[in-house]
């Protein structure tokens, strides 16, 4: 039997590949994973994995993983990564995520160093796939480059460097859009606030 592929290593081995796909997994098997201090690519595809039972803090002890594969279990937009830089590839469609801006954040900060995002058939993914339009699958496009410029692959297609400069562009100018209507917000209350100021009569 291939222990690595069933997912079963013996005590003495040390893979760069481990699979743990099609187990019907509600917690993830720590006891077999850490051990393997050489792993490379974990794949966790297609089992029953959320956010409740998952504490993936304990991931961040794989120092040399680059490869992330979490397709078709139940993780939500809130779900929490350790900070892992040496992650360059995540793997996370057909789950949950609804929350474009939740997750991305998430992406963003605990996997500085990420290059390959596939997120397909999440809800906040929107595609000809899911029932998404053309230009919603075009602005999630561009908000995910925008906020992680050093993103080479996003779902099945290479980012291009027009879409890096049309998306710096619009959430520049989103941005900028944002602050203009805070200060008028602002400036209104003001005003507002002097208006409602009583009036003073000297007698």
């Given amino acids: 039997m291939d222990h690595a592929a069933s997912g079963q290593p013996s005590p003495t081995s040390s893979f760069q590949w481990l699979s743990f796909?099609?187990?019907s997994l509600t917690e993830i098997p720590y006891e077999t994973i850490l051990p393997q201090t050489a792993?490379?690519?974990?794949?966790l595809s297609y089992n029953l994995l959320n956010d409740l039972y998952w504490n993936p803090a304990l991931l961040g002890q794989l120092e040399k993983l680059?490869?992330?594969?979490?397709?078709?279990?139940?993780?939500?937009?809130?779900?929490?990564?350790?900070?892992?830089p040496s992650v360059t590839t995540v793997w996370i469609n057909k789950n949950k995520i609804?929350?474009?801006?939740?997750?991305?954040?998430?992406?963003?900060w605990k996997f500085p160093n990420i290059k390959i995002l596939s997120m397909m058939n999440n809800?906040?993914?929107?595609?000809?796939?899911?029932g998404g339009s053309l230009t919603q699958y075009e602005d999630y496009r561009q908000y995910v480059i925008s906020q992680i410029p050093g993103l080479e692959i996003l779902d099945d297609t290479k980012v291009l460097e027009?879409?890096?400069?049309?998306?710096?562009?619009?959430?520049?100018?989103?941005?900028?859009?944002?602050?203009?209507?805070?200060r008028k917000e602002e400036s209104l209350k003001k005003q507002t606030h002097m208006q409602k100021k009583p009036t003073v009569t000297i007698k």
Avoid at 66 to 84: E, V
Avoid at 99 to 104: A, D, H, Q
């Fill in 21 to 23: 796909a099609y187990q």
């Fill in 39 to 43: 792993l490379e690519v974990l794949d």
């Fill in 66 to 84: 680059s490869t992330l594969i979490l397709d078709c279990n139940n993780y939500t937009s809130h779900i929490k990564f350790p900070y892992m």
């Fill in 98 to 108: 609804n929350n474009l801006p939740v997750f991305v954040e998430e992406i963003r």
């Fill in 123 to 130: 809800e906040a993914a929107p595609s000809y796939f899911n």
């Fill in 162 to 182: 027009k879409e890096r400069l049309q998306a710096r562009k619009t959430y520049k100018q989103q941005k900028i859009s944002h602050s203009s209507r805070k």
